[in-house]
């Protein structure tokens, strides 16, 4: 193999994701020899903001076929990249985008072209020799993540068994990522003992790995999280605070937010009220799309009235720079969840984390529910040091890729290994609550 890495080929094809949606498989290949291949994930709880996946309708897999975008890799994008420099990323990315030619990606379609985008992020590291995450960083050290991991689910990804879509851990007291993710498969195993202690299934899982028993509401998930931290002998907030992706945008509906007793709708004020009520009662540190995208009003309120949490923007900022920017001048969060999904390319996507960076706000890269065996992300969060990331569960094999692959490259990169630990929430809250550091608060768990 020579260190060439002008594109030779790109080839693709329709792909399965976890949950047995098609989506869009690629593969890049580079004159040297360098190989990459790539399959791009897709989400439930979409935002109206993101670039746009191109769906074939009509009968075949019920509408959501991407033969047209696949068709579309080998027409337009594949001919268009042809004999580029498959490391200079910023052009391949610029040259699909051109050839495209819309703002959010919807005629070639944003999965051909993210597809494209990353098997060719892919193919450049093979071809240079490098692991992915060394390539990423650009010099910069290796940063393994803070893990935010699924314990709980609802919404979209649960068949709407709770209100709010993920009640995660964030084992803020491990000291590397292997610690991290032990702590959390022990919090994921006492969760499914309290849960089959009250006649729920705990077997059956959500789309992300997570439970997914039936629930009254958020408060009810957070007792269970709360009590499953103390029963895997940790300390809630010391060892292993919580994390709520409330997925307020799809909460939206007449006359407000439905959101806690089924079909009772409350008002932005009162979301923010029941939200701070449950950082009150539980060791909450961090909570996403606590309201809708459209919201920003509620979103600057919302981050004034919650401080001492890491209020994390998703389907708001849908990792758009326009929008991202918009939120930084309004001080609508204080973090960026960050899917290349929702961007459409790699650059575009690295051009969102560094944008967030050089404003103060912390960046949680992560994976969709509907995902797929590939472990890139775990590279991209090692590289571009995000600080956090979140791919669901400590179980289903489309999560634990991006586990393992964080696994791999702490146990790779031995005592030189940097781990984000609590520091990378820490930094980023900007009234630490007294019991961060030092302890449990009291909850109403037990
Ligand atoms: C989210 C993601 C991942 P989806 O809302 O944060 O959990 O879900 O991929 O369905 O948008
Ligand atoms: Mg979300």
Redesign the pocket.
Same mark, same amino acid.
């Given at each position: 193999m020579s260190t060439d890495t002008r594109i030779e080929s790109v080839l693709a094809w329709e792909a399965l994701d976890s949950r047995g949606n098609p989506t869009v498989g690629t593969e890049v290949r580079l004159r040297g020899g360098g190989r990459g291949t790539a399959i791009v994930?897709? #989400? *439930?709880?979409? #935002?109206s903001h993101e670039a746009r996946e191109l769906r074939d309708g009509g009968t075949r897999h019920g509408g959501r076929g991407v033969r047209r975008a696949v068709a579309n890799v080998g027409t337009e994008i594949g001919p268009a990249v042809r004999g580029l420099d498959a490391a200079d990323q910023a052009a391949v990315d610029r040259i699909a985008r051109e050839v495209d030619g819309t703002a959010d990606l919807g005629r070639l379609g944003a999965n051909a072209i993210l597809a494209v985008s990353l098997a060719n992020q892919l193919a450049a590291a093979d071809g240079l020799r490098e692991p992915l995450y060394r390539l990423l960083g650009d010099g910069a050290p290796p940063l393994l993540p803070m893990p935010m991991v699924?314990i709980v689910s609802g919404g *979209?990804?649960a068949g709407w068994s709770m209100d709010v879509? &993920?009640i995660l851990a964030v084992p803020l007291g491990a000291s590397s990522l292997a610690e991290a993710i032990e702590w959390a498969a022990r919090v994921r195993r006492a969760a499914a003992e309290l849960v089959a202690a009250r006649d729920l299934t705990a077997a059956l899982v959500a !789309?992300?790995g997570g439970l997914g028993p039936p629930l009254p509401g958020a408060r009810a998930g957070l007792e269970i999280v709360t009590a499953a931290i103390e029963r895997s002998g940790l300390t809630p907030l010391a060892d292993v605070a919580i994390a709520v &992706?409330v *997925?307020a945008t799809q909460l939206v509906g007449p006359g407000g937010y439905r959101l806690g007793e089924r079909g009772t709708v409350i008002d932005s004020e009162r979301v923010i009220a029941t939200i701070a009520e449950w950082a009150r009662a539980f060791p909450i540190v961090s909570v996403?799309?606590p309201l809708g995208e459209e919201d920003w009003d509620g979103w600057t309120r919302a981050r004034d009235a919650l401080a001492g949490l890491q209020v994390l923007g &998703? !389907?708001l900022f849908a990792t758009d720079l326009s929008r991202l920017r918009r939120g930084i001048a309004a001080g609508a969060a204080d973090a960026v969840?960050v899917?290349p999904n929702q961007n459409g390319t790699v650059s575009g996507t690295k051009a969102v984390v560094e944008e967030a960076r050089q404003a103060g706000l912390a960046t949680v890269i =992560?994976?969709? =529910? #509907?995902d797929t065996e590939d472990s890139w992300l775990a590279d991209f969060a090692v590289g571009w040091r995000t600080g956090q990331i979140?791919v #669901?569960s400590t179980m289903r094999a489309e999560r634990t890729a991006k586990w393992n692959r964080l696994l791999q490259i702490e146990a790779e990169l031995g005592g030189a290994a940097e781990f984000a630990g609590r520091a990378a929430l820490e930094l980023r809250v900007r009234a630490p609550r007294a019991g961060l550091s030092r302890g449990p608060r009291s909850s109403s768990a037990g």
């Open positions: 994930p897709a #989400g *439930a709880s979409t #935002g699924n *979209a990804h879509q &993920d !789309d992300e &992706d *997925a996403e799309d &998703d !389907d969840l899917k =992560s994976a969709r =529910s #509907g979140k #669901g």
